[in-house]
């Protein structure tokens, strides 16, 4: 028996705002209540909602609601399963809550399973240090079970982003399974229709998209030049019958149902009729990811070191749809080297806003590659180029930094805090910031403390850092205490310096 798994990508973006440079919108005074709309397009993303609402995830749930129930009483039973990212489920309770319904509808058929990915959709996986990743995959996991009862048991990272490391971390997480793409130079000669076990992992299990079976649906029904066009529900079954394996997993975007290829196409009536068209095979059945994992041992290991990575975009498979020039990486940089700010401003709408401008799609639009893959990169961006693309998501990011740094009261280089012991033995705590310089001195060890302090590190970081001769002055008058007293000292300086910039930065909260 070979198992199909039918998975549904569902995810939209935030879009940013494509008259953000050119109208000179840059740089104005806001209250952090406006930054959303100041940055997104509210229309724009509603727009696209609606619409892709209209030809694809209504029809389309409402199919497999029907089909679900029809043979909901046989021995072999209809089952699909959704990867939703929590930016979908946000744009749901903020666009149309009735669609959010048609999702728990489907939750509750208990047919349908729902994998666990980054709420925000963003390539978070890449950076080097993983708690923004994992802050991310927790999120996910939180709003699929507030919104939809369910708690993720296989895991699906952004666009099957993957290696062995990232398979680790998801294992550590408490998933079962992981899901990427089965591309031959990891498979070599391998088939991508079997359980594996990803390198360097106990118990976790690798399941693999079947991208040629895939892409048939996602980029070639519709396509008049095909050999096989007309696909019909029947044969694409027939292909599944003879195709060896203990699961063939299928996954494409969901939007694939409509909007994508358009009603007009019959996309509709192929879904509607290849479920039944492949528990017609003696030898096929329909199950879940969890099922498939559950049901089967793997048949080997397979290795994707954590230096590289896979996933199922264009040709190349790997992250260069999304890094392979020199705009994508300078936004992905401005992103990432955001992180310590973000975290020690410790504000919610900060770090809301930060997170949606990681989404991978912002990245996608500046792909500049030509041929097919430029193709559909142009025809999922709102942009009329990728320079644009650019233009626009660089200066939002700018403008974002320079209200950051305002508000924590940034230095020009963080404070690295080492022991008592010399100037080699790093703690791992850093302060970027003022804000976060006041946490770090409640957090770092006395030695430490009385370590930088005895050489004059802290009123040194505060003149030539923070440009802040006044702070340096007054760190200088607590050079000679020592223990707690010392920690007592320090952080009052720090809270006293801070107030009498209470003004600055309350301005700076509410009108920049």
Known sequence: MTDIVLIFEVHQPYRLRRD???ENKPFRRLSKEELFN???DHELNREIFDR??????FPSNQI????IDRFKREKKQVKVSFSISGIFLEQCEMFNKDLLESFNQLAKTGCVEFLGQTYHHSLASLYSKKEEFIEQVKMHSEIIKELLGYTPKVFENTELLYNSGIAKIAEKLGYSGIITEGIERVLQEKSPNYVYKPKGCQSIKLLLRNYKLTDDIGFRFSARWWSEWPLTADKYASWLSVTPGQCIVIFPD??????HHWPETGIHDFLRHLPQKILEWPHLNMATPSEVVEKHPPVGELDVPEHDFVSWADIERNTSCWLGNAMQWAYFTSIKRLEPLIKEAEDETFLRIWRYLQTSDHMYYMFTGGGGPGEVHSYFSPFPSPLEAYINSQAAIFDFENRIRLFTVAA?????????EGD???LCLAAWSLKGFLRALNDAPLDSLEFHNGRGDFERWAETSLKDKKLAEKLKEIRALKGQQLRKALVNTVKRRLKQLTSQIQFATQYF
């Open 20 to 22: 953000y440079f050119w």
């Open 38 to 40: 100041y940055y997104f």
């Open 52 to 57: 892709a609402s209209k030809r694809c995830y």
């Open 64 to 67: 497999l609601l029907e089909l």
């Open 254 to 259: 969901y939007e694939t149902f409509g909007e």
């Open 412 to 420: 020009n280089e963080p404070f690295l805090f080492y022991n008592g």
């Open 424 to 426: 080699q033995n790093y």
